[in-house]
């Protein structure tokens, strides 16, 4: 998979050399470019902003400047590539956003600043059979795109097939394929600040730990996050989870 990040401030996204998305880097799984959207300027000034059309406060980005830094990183094709807008007016980004995109030849980050880009971009991307995402990753407004895109890319890049060692840990994971929140989890030392660990899970009866994962499971998301709930498909319920 390629990336392309296009911002004007591309030093943000050096942690990017870091940790897993580094390696996949290394490994050849990833292929991420950063760019300076300031290097497609043509004035003195390396001009990326302009006044709102209909007045208000702030600056919006220009679609001239975007237009050829875009048309620049998506190289000839638009088929497979995704532009992905984040964007505090966005459709809210989740699991099955990275897992859509895992699966992308080549997705372009447009990390906009000031009051945003012109909404003429996203448009005609659209219209050029580009597949545009204008996502964002909760409801609080950053200064930029630049962080939601260094979320995105890393819920993203850890679903490419390769990524991560055993590829087990990514089914009960939260928000994964059960729908649910992950369970709680233990390690050594067994006894800690006068707290112990659940008597099932050093039973070694594959089944009650099973039973009982699953148990915590439901409890957490149910009041946590009622609203995972209301979206399980019951289908993939038992009775004992029903009862619960
Ligand atoms: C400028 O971008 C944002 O403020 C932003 C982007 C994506 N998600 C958000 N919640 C905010």
Request: hydrophobic share 45%; proline share 5%.
């Amino acid at each position: 998979m390629r990336v392309d990040v296009v911002s004007i401030f591309p030093d943000y996204l050096s942690v990017l050399d870091l940790s897993l998305v580094g390696k996949a880097r290394q490994r050849g799984l990833l292929d991420l470019r950063v760019h300076d959207l300031r290097d497609w300027t043509t004035d003195r000034h390396r001009t990326v902003d302009d006044t709102p059309f209909g007045g208000g406060a702030g600056m919006v980005m220009r679609p001239d400047v975007w237009g050829v830094a875009i048309d620049e990183v998506l190289g000839g094709g638009a088929e497979g590539a995704h532009l992905i807008v984040p964007t505090p007016s966005g459709e809210v980004f989740t699991q099955r956003h990275a897992e859509a995109l895992a699966s992308a030849e080549q997705l372009v980050f447009a990390c906009g600043r000031y009051e945003g880009i012109d909404a003429r971009v996203a448009e005609h991307y659209r219209d050029a059979g580009v597949t545009v995402h204008e996502l964002s990753i909760g409801d609080y407004v950053l200064n930029g795109g630049e962080v939601a895109s260094l979320v995105m890319i890393e819920a993203v890049a850890r679903l490419i097939p390769g990524m991560v060692g055993n590829p087990e840990s990514l089914v009960e994971e939260s928000h994964g394929a059960a729908g649910l929140l992950e369970y709680p989890v233990y390690t050594k030392p067994p006894s800690w600040a006068d707290l112990e660990i659940p008597e099932v899970l050093l039973s070694g009866h594959h089944a009650k730990i099973e039973r009982w994962r699953r148990d915590r499971a439901l409890e957490r998301t149910a009041a946590r996050r009622p609203d995972m709930i209301a979206a399980l498909d019951v289908a993939g319920l038992d009775k004992h989870d029903l009862a619960l």
